[in-house]
T-cell receptor, first 115, second 114 residues
């Protein structure tokens, strides 16, 4: 079946502009995660959603970052007033549930470049 | 929070030889340890995982071992092939739900020399 999809695949923006990144999880998956991967680095956990529940935002790097999930499916990660250090690949993952041992399946990512 | 250390950062082996990548974790509450393979420009793909109630798991040429007492786990790839060349990430996740996400190591760039 269809895997996790993300859009856009690439985004180039100017410093100070806002950007929105979209994630479509695997159908039926109730848990959704956002990660950030900087060049040559591992993945850094940002935020997760379980169904329609309000997310735990404590992992977000600053208050310029926010995320929402509408209807328990599609999620949008918004970065306001982008900075050059926000340049990275933003990866979304989903799992059937939010149990610790459930496999997370990753999307292809959105490569964000802030000029 | 959890901290995962991964070594080595780069590993070069001859085709046909074995490769071992090691990770340590800090949070004794972690109970799930997946390994992901990421080819250049591609998404991370799960290759094997292990839960804390098991000491070893094998899937064809790939095996993972877990030592809960020492808080370390390792990935073993035997009879390496050119298509094994990629960046491998270990990760750990604590019990109690998804709030913590996966904590990843910084990755190992595995190079298979023909």
């Amino acid at each position: 079946g269809a895997g996790v999809s993300q859009s856009p695949s690439n985004k180039v923006t100017e410093k100070g502009k806002d950007v929105e990144l979209r994630c479509d999880p695997i159908s039926g998956h109730t848990a959704l995660y956002w990660y950030r991967q900087s060049l040559g680095q591992g993945l850094e956990f940002l935020i997760y959603f379980q169904g329609n529940s309000a997310p735990d935002k404590s992992g977000l790097p600053s208050d310029r970052f926010s995320a929402e999930r509408t209807g328990g499916s599609v999620s949008t990660l918004t970065i306001q007033r982008t900075q050059q250090e926000d340049s990275a690949v933003y990866l979304c993952a989903s799992s059937v549930r939010v149990r610790s041992t459930d496999t997370q399946y990753f999307g292809p990512g959105t490569r964000l470049t802030v000029l | 929070g959890e901290n995962v250390e991964q070594h080595p950062s780069t590993l070069s082996v001859q085709e046909g030889d074995s490769a071992v990548i090691k990770c340590t974790y800090s949070d004794s509450a972690s109970n799930y340890f997946p390994w992901y393979k990421q080819e250049l420009g591609k998404r991370p793909q799960l290759i094997i995982d292990i839960r804390s109630n098991v000491g070893e798991k094998k899937d064809q040429r790939i095996a993972v071992t877990l030592n809960k007492t020492a808080k370390h786990f390792s990935l073993h790839i035997t009879e390496t092939q050119p298509e094994d060349s990629a960046v491998y990430f270990c990760a750990a996740k604590r019990s109690g739900g998804g709030a913590d996400g996966l904590t990843f190591g910084k990755g190992t760039h595995l190079i298979i020399q023909p």
